[in-house]
């Protein structure tokens, strides 16, 4: 069972309660590690926060360590209206003037990160969500 920090994980909660009316939004969880060790004991769910705006998420630069497992299964228990989620290990790296390029997924991801995420999403999904894990 996973659990979330909730001091480290309010920005989740946050922004599924005020950014009620986005329908697409991309998490890129390569600017998120500055906040959380990856592979931390995870011991609090935050509160439940519906969202029912949310029709698909992507979240990019996921290497399959618990507490980015923890985020993707927080918005997919909150997402009321979630129709798809795209799972991408390859982080996004934003250049200047709006640009950005996708780099390679690391190796973990590869040799366990992928079988774990798909394993621990597919717990959670409902039938009516599409996952895309890349």
């Not at 992507?58 to 299964?73: D, F, L, P, Q, V």
Request: glycine share 2%; hydrophobic share 45%.
């Amino acid at each position: 069972m996973f659990y979330i920090n909730e001091l480290k994980f309010i920005w989740c909660f946050l922004f599924l309660l005020f950014f009620i009316f986005y329908c697409n939004y991309e998490f890129n969880l390569l600017q998120l590690r500055t906040y959380f060790t990856i592979d931390e004991e995870i011991t609090y769910w935050l509160p439940r926060c519906s969202h029912n705006h949310l029709k698909e998420i992507t979240i990019t630069g996921i290497r399959g360590h618990s507490s980015e497992i923890a985020i993707a299964i927080y918005l997919l228990r909150n997402a009321n209206s979630l129709e798809k989620m795209i799972v991408d290990p390859r982080p996004r790296i934003y250049l200047e003037n709006g640009k950005c390029v996708h780099s390679e997924a690391c190796d973990y991801w590869r040799m366990i990160g992928r079988y774990k995420v798909e394993f621990l999403l597919k717990q959670e999904i409902s039938s009516l969500v599409e996952l895309s894990i890349l």
